[in-house]
């Protein structure tokens, strides 16, 4: 299948320990994870993850919920982007 057939998000977290790298090496070993960053601001870490569909995706992100010190998350899934799809013009 290809990559962008995929359904993709970003899911920030806040993490309820300080043993981030802990936490980030847990979360890589899920499967569907693009990336995982640690970082600065409202959120701990952010994360790419991609899944077949959006029950998949559903059922990755509760996997991550369920990990020990997974604190509020955010999920934001990315828009589907066609060939015809213009967003500057919509934009306008």
Not at 54 to 68: H, T
């Amino acid at each position: 299948m290809e990559c962008d057939k995929m359904t993709r998000a970003y899911v920030l977290i806040n993490s309820k320990s300080p043993e981030l790298d802990i936490l980030t090496s847990k979360i890589r070993k899920i499967g569907g994870i693009v990336d995982v960053y640690a970082v600065y601001g409202s959120y701990d870490i952010i994360l790419e993850l991609e899944a077949k569909n959006l029950r998949k995706l559903r059922d990755k992100i509760i996997e991550i919920r369920e990990l020990e010190d997974i604190g509020e998350t955010k999920t934001l899934i990315q828009m589907e982007r066609g060939e015809e799809d213009n967003f500057e013009e919509a934009l306008q």
